[in-house]
């Protein structure tokens, strides 16, 4: 089995570079955020808030309820929250900064760890996250570390919001990418950094077509070795 690592910071543009580099590999893509995306969304409809002090208690009390599953369906990944189809509501801003927080609790990932590293067992995987290449696959053939400059990471989030009819502003969301980056870089519990071997893949300047060539190239020429 071949297994991708794909980390990098929010709106690197890691979901649909790595959504649609594995539809042309043939591989299962594996969006990990969307997971913890989801565990933040149960504990938002628990009235559980993440400015609380005793939030990662309580979090970590609700696991024992929480199933999150990954289904691929008409080619399109879905996460199911308990047996909920939650794929566009965990994408709301609101879900991404408890997502944040969620992450860093270490119980939530190690809920999550073995879930991860089972698929990549089982299938050829391109896998996206945080902490991909450092901890959940470490192991992996091709580890890739993607990035843009805040801004434009900010532009196209920006976009993406919008055009999923969110209402928000440029500054906004440049605002929330911001501390986005602080906290996830600067957690306890596996932050995000570049992982050993990994390669760097700048998409500042890069069309998302280019950024899906360079993906596949990569692992192309790392499956010839």
């Not at 599953?69 to 399109?76: C, D, F, L, Q, S």
């Not at 570390?145 to 976009?159: D, L, M, Q, Y």
């Given at each position: 089995?071949i297994?991708v690592?794909?980390?990098g910071p929010v709106g690197?543009?890691?979901?649909?570079?790595?959504?649609e580099s594995?539809k042309?590999?043939?591989f299962i893509y594996?969006?990990t955020?969307a997971?913890?995306?989801?565990?933040?969304?149960?504990?938002v409809?628990?009235?559980v808030?993440?400015s609380?002090e005793?939030?990662?208690?309580?979090?970590?009390?609700?696991?024992?309820?929480?199933t999150v599953e990954?289904?691929i369906?008409?080619?399109?990944q879905?996460?199911?929250?308990?047996?909920?189809?939650?794929?566009?509501?965990?994408?709301l801003?609101?879900?991404?900064?408890?997502a944040?927080?969620?992450?860093?609790?270490?119980?939530?990932r190690a809920f999550l760890?073995?879930?991860?590293?089972?698929?990549a067992?089982?299938?050829?995987?391109l896998?996206?996250?945080r902490?991909i290449?450092t901890?959940?696959l470490?192991e992996?053939q091709?580890?890739?570390?993607i990035?843009a400059?805040?801004?434009?990471?900010?532009?196209?989030?920006?976009?993406?919001?919008?055009?999923?009819?969110?209402?928000?502003t440029?500054e906004?969301v440049?605002?929330?990418?911001?501390?986005?980056d602080?906290?996830?870089?600067h957690?306890?519990?596996a932050?995000?950094?570049m992982?050993?071997?990994?390669?760097?893949l700048?998409?500042?300047?890069?069309?998302?077509?280019?950024?899906?060539?360079?993906v596949?190239?990569l692992?192309?020429k790392?499956m010839q070795?």
């Amino acid at each position: 089995m071949i297994s991708v690592a794909m980390d990098g910071p929010v709106g690197a543009g890691k979901s649909s570079v790595a959504r649609e580099s594995a539809k042309k590999l043939g591989f299962i893509y594996v969006d990990t955020g969307a997971l913890y995306r989801g565990v933040a969304l149960y504990t938002v409809r628990k009235g559980v808030s993440d400015s609380d002090e005793s939030f990662a208690e309580k979090v970590e009390a609700l696991l024992d309820e929480i199933t999150v599953e990954i289904k691929i369906e008409n080619g399109e990944q879905h996460i199911f929250l308990c047996g909920e189809d939650v794929s566009e509501e965990i994408r709301l801003p609101k879900i991404s900064m408890v997502a944040s927080s969620v992450s860093q609790i270490p119980a939530v990932r190690a809920f999550l760890l073995e879930l991860q590293r089972d698929i990549a067992k089982k299938n050829n995987v391109l896998m996206d996250g945080r902490d991909i290449g450092t901890v959940v696959l470490p192991e992996a053939q091709v580890k890739i570390f993607i990035t843009a400059a805040p801004e434009i990471r900010a532009k196209r989030r920006f976009e993406e919001l919008v055009n999923k009819g969110v209402e928000t502003t440029l500054e906004q969301v440049l605002g929330d990418l911001n501390r986005r980056d602080y906290q996830d870089s600067h957690r306890a519990a596996a932050p995000l950094k570049m992982a050993e071997g990994a390669v760097l893949l700048d998409t500042s300047d890069l069309t998302f077509e280019q950024s899906v060539e360079s993906v596949v190239g990569l692992v192309k020429k790392a499956m010839q070795l």
